[in-house]
Structures are given as C-alpha cells and as structure tokens.
C-alpha cells in the first residue's frame, strides 16, 4: 500500500522557533505538496515540487520555505514561528502532473505555536 | 484568480442520496477532483473527471459540466460511514496544470 508519512502528528512550538516538518513518500512519485487545512478555509498550497532540488511557490508561502534533497524526503520549514502558524499541515504526492491519480496524503502534522 | 464554492454542510438520512455541488472559477481548468476527509484523517482520493459528464465508481459518482463550470459527487445507498467532509479541488492551468486548488469543504452528516 502506497504511504505518506508525516514524522510528527503532534507537535507543540514557541513563536520564533525554526520548525521542521519532513514528509516521506515511498511511491517513487516526482510530484510532492505542501498544504495546511483551517476550519472554513480548505486546504491551502504552501509549496510544491516536481523534482529533486525543484521547488515553487503556492498560495501561501510567506514565512515558510522548504528542502527537497531527495526525492522521497519533502521538508517544510518555519523559519521563525509565529501563533498564526498553528495549523494542521499535510504532506501530499502524485505520480503525474495532471493530478489525473490523485493525491496520497499523510495523516497530518497539528502544529500549536504558543 | 481561482475560487470553488461548494455548501458547508449538507444533512441526509441513511439509504437516501445526497449531492453536493462545487462550482468554480478559473482562468484555466484542467480538472475536477473529489476528495473524503473524516475527522481526524487525512484527505483521500475519490474521483476525478476532465471530460463532461458522469462517472461512477460504487456508490459514488461525480459529474463535471465544463460549459457550466459546475461540478457534483453523487452518493447513493448513504451509511453513516459517509459522515465526513468531502472537498472538491480543481487543478490551475494557469500554472502549467500543475497547482490544485481546494474549496472550503462540506461536511456530511448521515443520521440514521
């Protein structure tokens, strides 16, 4: 069965602290995403990347920023906490470009910055 | 820009059939997908339609009107297992196809 895993599923942070959620996919897919879900807001796209080192921006990338070394590992970055960063987070990937398959997401990071 | 507007909540009994709509605006458009969220899970994938019309898999189908930009998943025989948020996305050709764009979410309430 094709997996996402999220390393945390809790996770509580003070405001200025650097963050760091890592997602790891083992379906060999190019195409990873970024998003972070809010009550009445839907899912938003942070960042995405369709290659090793390739990385572009989504909707919402102010105070985020990540690292994709490898192509299994997709990394988001907090540079600097801040409260309005407490969220639920998810990791997902897709094998096309199209979205045609789908997106595999994790279970989901709860972030709480106090 | 891009929006999708899809109702917050919908209420249906179980055995009966529900549809929830999701129109969208878009300055490309590539495709309609439909995702399940039940509380404390994660996304998954239910369907995905580019062509108008209708497709169905079990108990659930999702129909497309591209001319309408207009969308609807369709579930039959509801359980309760169906209680959950059901998100429609659509992916932004403005981008090159690539960035998938979410709406707000209904949730789904099966009473018995």
């Known amino acids: 069965d094709v997996k996402v895993t999220q390393s945390s599923r809790y996770l509580v942070k003070r405001t200025g602290e650097k963050v760091f959620l890592e997602c790891v996919q083992d379906?060999?897919?190019?195409?990873m995403f970024w998003y972070r879900q809010d009550p009445g807001l839907g899912l938003r796209l942070i960042y995405f990347?369709?290659?090793?080192?390739?990385?572009e921006k989504g909707d919402i990338p102010e105070g985020y920023s990540v690292s994709r070394e490898k192509k299994e590992r997709f990394s988001l970055i907090l540079e600097s906490a801040s409260t309005n960063q407490t969220s639920m987070y998810l990791c997902?990937?897709?094998?096309?470009?199209?979205?045609?398959?789908?997106?595999?997401f994790g279970s989901g990071t709860r972030l709480t910055v106090v | 820009g891009q929006s999708l507007e899809q109702p917050s909540e919908v209420t249906a009994v179980e055995g009966a059939i529900v549809q929830i709509n999701c129109t969208y605006q878009?300055?490309?458009?590539?495709?309609l997908s439909w995702y399940q969220q039940h509380d404390g899970g994660a996304p998954t994938f239910l369907s995905y339609?580019?062509?108008?019309g209708l497709e169905e898999t079990g108990r659930f189908s999702s129909f497309l009107s591209r001319s309408d930009s207009y969308g609807y998943l369709l579930l039959q025989e509801l359980q309760m297992k169906d209680s959950a948020s059901y998100f429609c996305?659509?992916?932004?050709?403005?981008?090159?196809?690539?960035?998938?764009?979410f709406g707000a979410g209904t949730r789904l309430f099966v009473k018995a």
């Open positions: 997902a990937s897709s094998l096309r470009k199209t979205g045609a398959d789908g997106y595999t």
């Open positions: 379906m060999d897919h190019e195409n």
């Open positions: 990347s369709y290659d090793v080192k390739m990385k």
């Open positions: 878009t300055s490309g458009f590539y495709g």
């Open positions: 339609n580019a062509l108008d």
């Open positions: 996305a659509v992916r932004d050709l403005e981008t090159g196809g690539f960035k998938t764009i």
